[in-house]
């Protein structure tokens, strides 16, 4: 996959005005502050813009054609999705919470009991707030789960890169990984996409 148009434009931008704000970014291109938050996402997480709190984007003098780019470009989901945490639709709210903070991850993903397909995502502030209701006890998590299709999954053989995409533009921490088959096999998160990033980083240094 390889930058858009746009994120060519957003980088020249950042180049010559450098350090410069969103806002800005977006009145030189006649668009939307948050038409470009997936835009300005990909080009952070890929090392292209360095944005820095109050004072704006940074142009970090990397490229879209470096080796980098060229080596983060070729990751698949599958080379570094970790392991998903799993729970049952009758899984009670007090259970799931234990869950949550036993393997420390910001959501679990629901499968249907017999099939195993992914039928929800239940997230930290989903318990929590049944927790702070008093129902923790006798709510299933199926009564507070997101259910499908209103749920956002990758597959395996999608890059790295339109995963960030997707996390990016859906402002969420984690995407599921799932099959063919709709059965949930793996987790990308924020964090694979960084230590990723850091790893290939570190092997172009050294």
Not at 34 to 50: E, I, K, P, Q
Not at 88 to 104: G, Q
Not at 148 to 158: F, G, K, L
Request: glycine share 4%; proline share 4%.
């Amino acid at each position: 996959m390889n930058f858009t148009q746009r994120q060519k434009q957003i980088v020249e931008i950042v180049k010559s005005k450098e350090p410069v704000s969103g806002d800005v970014i977006a009145e030189e291109l006649g668009l939307a502050k948050s038409t470009l938050r997936s835009d300005l996402a990909v080009l952070t997480m890929t090392g292209v813009l360095d944005a820095r709190p109050k004072v704006g984007y940074i142009y970090s003098g990397l490229e879209p054609q470096s080796l980098l780019f060229e080596q983060f470009n070729q990751y698949k989901v599958a080379d570094v999705m970790i392991q998903p945490v799993i729970v049952y639709p009758d899984t009670k709210v007090n259970d799931a919470i234990t869950s949550l903070f036993m393997y420390d991850v910001g959501s679990l993903y629901v499968v249907d009991s017999s099939s195993k397909s992914l039928i929800g995502v239940v997230s930290r502030k989903d318990l929590l707030r049944s927790l702070l209701a008093g129902q923790a006890e006798k709510t299933a998590v199926a009564i507070v789960m997101t259910r499908m299709p209103n749920i956002i999954a990758v597959t395996p053989e999608m890059t790295v890169l339109k995963a960030a995409e997707l996390i990016s533009k859906h402002q969420i921490d984690s995407l599921p990984v799932i099959s063919s088959d709709d059965q949930v096999i793996g987790k990308m998160s924020k964090t694979n996409i960084i230590d990723l990033l850091v790893e290939l980083s570190s092997e172009e240094d050294a």
